[in-house]
């Protein structure tokens, strides 16, 4: 059965993904360090874990299987979930992929770089709209793939 994961600080998509699992029926997990509010639905299970740099990574790295999708921006997060053969995709709708994580993982080192440095000092583009959509639109495919093993 898929199962959802959701690194749940500071993510945008927390409650359409939520109506996207309901829909199919899925268990979520909405995992934060605190600041999320509890969800009555009993597919929902809100976790918290200590505070730390990667404790909701790790809790969900731990937990994930082959069939199940996480939703993240954390590039380090999606290659460990890659790694167990899971799903992974960014809240703009953007999936991470086998071939694509490595490349990801360097542009990241790269620009933390560059900001350190102070040769780069804004941050991504705001969220938007048409981000909001394309995940929307991505999530549903991704779920229906994973239904089908695929």
Same mark, same amino acid.
């Given at each position: ?75 380090? &997060? %999606?290659? $460990?979930? *890659?790694?167990?053969?899971? +799903? ?11 071939? =694509?994580?490595?490349?990801? &993982? %360097?542009? $990241?080192? *790269?620009?933390?770089?560059? +900001? ?11 969220? =938007?709209?048409?981000?909001?959509? %394309? ?16």
């Amino acid at each position: 059965m898929v199962e959802i994961y959701v690194d749940a600080d500071a993510c945008p998509v927390k409650d359409e993904t939520v109506r996207v699992a309901m829909r199919h029926g899925l268990k979520t997990y909405l995992v934060s360090d605190g600041g999320i509010r509890p969800n009555q639905n009993p597919l929902v299970e809100v976790v918290f874990v200590a505070e730390g740099a990667d404790a909701a990574d790790d809790w969900i790295a731990e937990r994930i299987q082959d069939v199940d999708i996480c939703i993240t921006n954390d590039i380090p &997060l %999606a290659a $460990r979930c *890659l790694e167990r053969g899971a +799903r992974a995709i960014k809240p703009t709708g953007e999936p991470y992929t086998q071939r =694509g994580i490595g490349m990801a &993982l %360097a542009n $990241r080192d *790269l620009m933390q770089t560059l +900001r350190e440095t102070g040769e780069v000092t804004g941050g991504p583009r705001p969220f =938007g709209k048409s981000d909001r959509s %394309a995940f929307l639109n991505r999530l549903e495919t991704m779920i229906q793939a994973a239904k089908r093993g695929k």
